[in-house]
């Protein structure tokens, strides 16, 4: 699955950040009884990266088909993410390309700009194309509750009138996406039943399946520290 929702799971059915933070998995992430994917501190800190995950890799359960592996095809699975996140969190320091559609309610424009995740993992934002040091948004991570892309949820999701708006920008409908998330702030972003909702179109279909798999981690992260 692309987004955070489970396979088949309707569009849009998102919960309560208390009740179930994010449903990224097949598992509800903040799952008591131990199976859930558990986070282990992350070090953000200039291009160094700690590890992600515990060294039990059952904590690996519902993230990825692990009841179907090894030991040591576990372990391997690991190393693959410590390495994909430790490289993704050198580059998006600094910031990623990408294509923001500012929706002002009447209609919607495609911006060039950055998204970037500062130092300390809290929140995703989107860079500011007016000036760099600000953003555009401001995303909590530990608030993500779905992430929706084209690739899977298509127009029933988006809409016709963006995806029309997309391509008549030269843009690839394959590479949007529809980041969902909770604040107690709603006065700067459309609202659907009291979650906010913000859409970005990424450089190429690597950039989006990295970014898809990578905030997948780093949103259990920052729900850890947040309940800790």
């Known amino acids: 699955s692309c987004h955070f929702g489970s396979v088949g799971a309707p569009p849009l059915a998102l919960h309560n950040k208390r009740q179930c933070a994010v449903t990224m998995f097949r598992t509800c992430c903040c799952a008591d009884d131990g199976t859930g994917p558990k986070v282990c501190r992350v070090l953000h800190n200039g291009e160094e990266t700690g590890d992600i995950f515990t060294s039990d890799a059952e904590q690996l359960h519902g993230y990825s088909a692990v ?16 390495a994909l996140v430790t490289d993704f969190l050198k580059q998006v320091t600094r910031g990623m390309p990408c294509t923001y559609v500012r929706d002002d309610g009447l209609a919607s424009d495609m911006i060039q700009t950055k998204y970037r995740i500062p130092k300390g993992i809290v929140d995703l934002e989107v860079v500011s194309p007016d000036d760099v ?13 779905d992430i929706f892309t084209f690739i899977e949820d298509g127009h029933a999701v988006f809409g016709d009138e963006l995806v029309l708006q997309v391509e008549n920008a030269g843009l690839q409908k394959e590479l949007l996406l529809m980041i969902v998330y909770s604040t ?7 609202t659907a039943g009291g979650l906010l909702k913000f859409c970005l179109l990424l450089q190429d ?6 970014f898809l798999e990578c905030l997948r981690i ?9 309940n800790a």
């Open 184 to 190: 107690q702030d709603s006065n700067d972003h459309q």
């Open 205 to 210: 279909r690597e950039s989006r399946d990295t």
């Open 218 to 226: 780093l949103c259990i992260h920052a729900i850890n520290n947040d």
């Open 133 to 145: 040091k600000k953003a555009e948004v401001t995303c909590p991570l530990a608030l993500i509750q």
């Open 67 to 82: 009841n179907a592996m090894t030991p040591r095809e576990r372990e391997v699975e690991v190393m693959r993410l410590q």
